[in-house]
């Protein structure tokens, strides 16, 4: 499957499996930038690990200290490889600009249910697009 037409947020290439949530995420509050887990017990991706994955939430909330957070994550090389946002976030979008990770919004109208945990994927952000490995 291949999602066009996305808003470019940040450039570059990041591939990996899809890691979805519906669930906003506080990269401060709630993700251990040491470990690139999320802690909070209550959040559907409690536990998971972000390195390396395709993020792909609706935004990110809390304070715009979470793009130190965001950049706390790559400097300890557990940042996922790229991130897709419902609608992009000024703490998502200065984050992933510190720390070099693409970063796209998907097209309106798409709602992320029609991405699937743990499918290969991968974000090309300067060509706009998303293309998913459905196996």
Same mark, same amino acid.
């Not at 990110?60 to 994550?73: E, R, T």
């Not at 300890?76 to 970063?103: F, H, M, Q, R, W």
């Given at each position: 499957m291949i999602?066009?037409n996305?808003? /470019? *947020? +940040?450039?570059?290439?990041?591939?990996g $499996?899809?890691? #979805?949530?519906?669930q !906003? *995420?506080n990269f401060?509050?709630?993700v251990? %930038?040491?470990?690139?887990?999320i802690?909070?017990?209550?959040?559907?991706?409690h536990d998971? &690990?972000? $390195?390396?994955? +395709?993020?792909i939430?609706?935004?990110?909330i809390g304070s715009s @200290?979470?793009a130190?957070a =965001?950049?706390s994550?790559?400097?300890?090389g557990?940042a !996922? &490889?790229? @991130?897709v946002c419902?609608? +992009?976030d000024?703490?998502?979008? &200065?984050g992933?600009?510190?720390?070099? *990770? !693409?970063? @796209?919004d998907l !097209?309106?109208?798409t709602? =992320?249910s *029609?991405?699937?945990?743990?499918?290969? %994927?991968r @974000?090309?952000?300067d %060509? /706009? /697009?998303i293309? #998913?490995?459905?196996?």
């Amino acid at each position: 499957m291949i999602i066009s037409n996305c808003r /470019r *947020i +940040v450039g570059g290439t990041g591939e990996g $499996k899809t890691l #979805v949530t519906m669930q !906003p *995420i506080n990269f401060l509050a709630m993700v251990n %930038a040491k470990t690139g887990t999320i802690t909070d017990p209550l959040h559907e991706l409690h536990d998971k &690990s972000l $390195k390396g994955s +395709v993020l792909i939430l609706p935004y990110a909330i809390g304070s715009s @200290v979470g793009a130190y957070a =965001i950049y706390s994550l790559k400097e300890y090389g557990n940042a !996922p &490889s790229a @991130v897709v946002c419902s609608k +992009v976030d000024i703490t998502t979008a &200065s984050g992933c600009a510190l720390a070099e *990770i !693409p970063v @796209v919004d998907l !097209p309106d109208g798409t709602p =992320i249910s *029609i991405l699937k945990q743990g499918l290969k %994927a991968r @974000v090309e952000a300067d %060509a /706009r /697009r998303i293309v #998913v490995e459905f196996s």
